[in-house]
């Protein structure tokens, strides 16, 4: 069945997102009393909570382990520096779409991952998670999310009005709804007043760490295709995967009428607090109208992207040599601190699947459910994560933040914050052969084995 675009292309936001009777009459207070209807169950990001949290302790001179935020950890490179000076005097709003130059350099960038792209297709924002927040807006339908996944979408879909429906991952894959769930989902909802009319695919994933199979990819596909579905393929982590030769399939590639890609330069180059990103927008009528409203909405929240950060991600989507480099170092320094804290999680006895991608590890403590509720009253993930950030100053997300039940005793933990305290001690650690050997790394490394060491309630299993 074709994708027929954005179902409420017919009808206008404000009529779908009614303002308040009364609201600038009564006063503030009430006017968010009304406000919270919905709406009141979408707080502070939990990343950016627990980020916080552990800030605040740090500046009372207690010792931390931040394990929390998914910032890629690592200073942004000096050429990107300065092409954002040279980009300053940068200071027309531009095309709401983006320069240009930035559209071409986003098309370049995709067609070299066999994505031919026209300029055209790209509209860039301040980050993906507007973009991705402007795709919800735009969409007026339910969606599927693999649970797990991201802190952010569910919190985004329930802000755009749009009902965001958890469907479980593929079994030993992260990031992609099990297909015959989502079939199972798709036809539960089919005749409600919101019928699922989107799915999300995190490829590679955050929390997981993992990379769906081409086979997944394809399976979730098929769904969409059968049912007229909208695909979201978030690809922020894509140039993370620490094996270079695993298959990467984008749904952009067996659906490009119907898929939506995402990406930005927070990770792979460092630059989150730039809050630069770019869409690749479906091919088609209805990726062109989804197109119009996409660009409806951002005229109306953020006009354009920053216009110097839009240089400066024009060169960086460029890819030069010495940026294609540093992507290349980042990745390895990712995957053998990552790989490192799961194999301290494994020889610990907990279960985690192999990290592929970025800096995230999700695992499992249940193996030691039983000793935990009794050394430590632990019941739930949260309990879990409050226990780590009380008693031992490590900052962690509870599988709950990511759609998790909240009985699941599994945490995502986020290895990148553990490079160093300045920016000199991460650019060593970026160069070093074996960023393992660096005394800072190793003793963040050891102090995580210790911890584990001590909650299971044996103390041989620090190193
Ligand atoms: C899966 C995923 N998508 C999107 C984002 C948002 O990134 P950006 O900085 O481009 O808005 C993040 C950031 O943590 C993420 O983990």
Redesign the pocket.
Known sequence: MPWAGPAAMTEPISSRTPHPPGAGIAGPLAVAGKLATRRDNVPVSA?LAANEALQRRRQRGEQVLPLAF?EAGLPVHPRLIAELAAAAGRGSYGPVAGSPRLRAAAAGYWSRRSLPTEPEAVVSGP????L?FGTMLALGTSIALPRPS?V?YAAQATLADVTPQFVPAVAGEGGVCDPDALEAAVRSRRHGDRPIGAVLM?LPD?PTGRLASPAAVRAVCEVAERHGLLIIS?E??RDLVHDPDLPFLSPALVAPDRTIV?T?L??NLAA?GW?I?VARMPDGPAGSALRARLLGIASEIWSAAAGPMQEAAAVALDEPADLADRVRRSRALHAAVCREAARRCTAAGLDVAPPQAAFYLYPDFTPWRDKLLARFGVRTGDDLATLLLDQYGAGTLPGSAFGESPSCLRLRLATSMLYGDTDAEREQALAAADPLRLPWIAAALDRFGAILADLSGLDDLAA
């Open positions: 990343t998914g980050g993906s998670k507007a991705l991201w952010s995190t955050n978030d922020i982590y995402t930005s927070s990770k989150g809050r990103g």
